[in-house]
């Protein structure tokens, strides 16, 4: 028999690369091939360099539900290889639903669902129409030969998942998790000013222009303190900046907009400490274990990914969302504090149990226990 095929079905080539490359490295290790359907751009060829085989998917974003959902389930279909055992791995609420209609058309496979949080109709406030499309693809999705992975505690349940745990379909994750050696902790760094990274796209939901604001804010009551903002925007999401938006940002007092980099273990090298106030719709963002793995502690806002993550007053602060005033309350208390221990505990954090060798470990297990049991059945 061929080997077994992980066929990833995810929105976008650049967010595979970025958060589950390590994922699909670490399965072809294993024995396993794998297949990626996803809208191709510029990382494809990097994947493809991996060993991995890349199909431009006829999906595309489009809010609530992929456009072209039933042309790219009938692409899914096509790549479920009858000679091997096939195993679907949807990653967030695009995936969920490509995989939910190949289902219901194919018929009965193994799938791994990564839920990754729900996404920017959480984050808008439109919490029914998302709990709608995530209900239904896991009513479709739901079985014995799902397993469900989640990355925090409160998503799970969120989808009603919560019974599936106890029969271990549903697996909380260190979020994707993060090459700890490749963020070594920071030295420390002389303050006054203390300095600030936020990594992240440029999209409304991450809460850059409550993090803007705040550092306003806190200038304005004297604190000495500056933002760095490091990420590209994304013009196909429903709720990025406009152009106008980020031109004010960039020219803010206290305020550096980088762009998009490659370096960012050597930027968040030189900040006192990580703020990503996340108006919500978060898995676990990797830029967050990121920076603690860089020793960076976090001001973060009370949201599902982050609240469970930050331990708050030892490895950073968690305060209210949408909320500018707490956000620079937090930042005077930031100023106040020991950073640089601070940063140690949040790097020790990391280590146990967010890492990218253990939670690939955790994701090719999954993967051997649904093709040893696809295999009895083939």
């Known amino acids: 028999m061929s080997a077994p095929r992980i066929l990833c079905i995810i929105n976008e080539d650049w967010f595979f690369q970025s958060h589950f490359l390590s994922w699909a490295r670490a399965a072809r290790a294993a024995g396993f091939e794998v297949v990626l359907l996803a809208a191709r751009g510029a990382a494809s060829e990097r994947i493809e360099a991996e060993g991995i085989r890349v199909v431009a998917a ?15 389930a009938r692409q899914a279909i096509g790549l479920i290889d009858p000679a091997r055992p096939t195993i679907v791995h949807a990653f967030g609420l695009h995936g969920m639903a490509i995989a939910a209609l190949a289902r219901t058309l194919q018929g009965r496979f193994p799938a791994v669902v990564s839920v990754t949080g ?22 479709a999705l739901d079985g014995p030969a799902t397993v469900w992975l989640t990355e925090n505690p409160s998503d799970g349940p969120a989808m009603g998942l919560s019974r599936a745990g106890r029969n271990g379909r549903i697996i909380q994750l260190g979020g994707a998790g993060v090459d700890v050696a490749a963020f070594s902790s920071r030295p420390s760094l002389p303050r006054p000013p203390l300095k600030l990274a936020l990594v992240a796209r440029m999209i409304r ?6 993090a803007v604001a705040a550092v306003t804010e806190a200038r304005r009551r004297g604190l000495d303190v500056s933002l760095t903002l490091v990420g590209a925007g994304d013009p196909r999401n429903p709720r990025a900046y406009t152009a106008a938006e980020l031109a004010g940002f960039a020219t803010t007092e206290g305020v550096t907009m980088l762009g998009a980099r490659d370096d960012v273990a050597r930027i968040l090298g030189e900040h006192h400490a990580f703020i990503l106030p996340s108006r919500g719709g978060e898995g676990l963002p990797k830029a967050l274990l990121e920076a603690a793995a860089g020793g960076l502690p976090a001001v973060v806002t009370d949201v599902p990914g982050c609240r469970e993550f930050v331990v708050d007053g030892a490895t950073g602060f968690v305060v209210p969302a949408d909320n500018v005033r707490a956000l620079a309350d937090a930042l005077v208390r930031l100023a106040a504090s020991d950073v640089d221990a601070m940063g140690l505990k949040a790097r020790a954090r990391v280590v146990d149990g967010y890492s990218v060798e253990t939670v690939s470990a955790a994701v090719v297990e999954v993967y051997r226990r649904l093709a040893a049991k696809a295999a009895r059945h083939h």
């Open 205 to 210: 939901s991450k809460g850059v222009d409550l």
């Open 58 to 72: 006829k999906a595309a974003r489009a809010g609530l539900a992929p456009k072209n959902l039933v042309p790219a």
């Open 118 to 139: 729900l996404g920017f109709l959480a984050a808008s406030g439109r919490k029914l129409a998302a709990g709608a499309l995530a209900f239904a693809a896991r009513t």
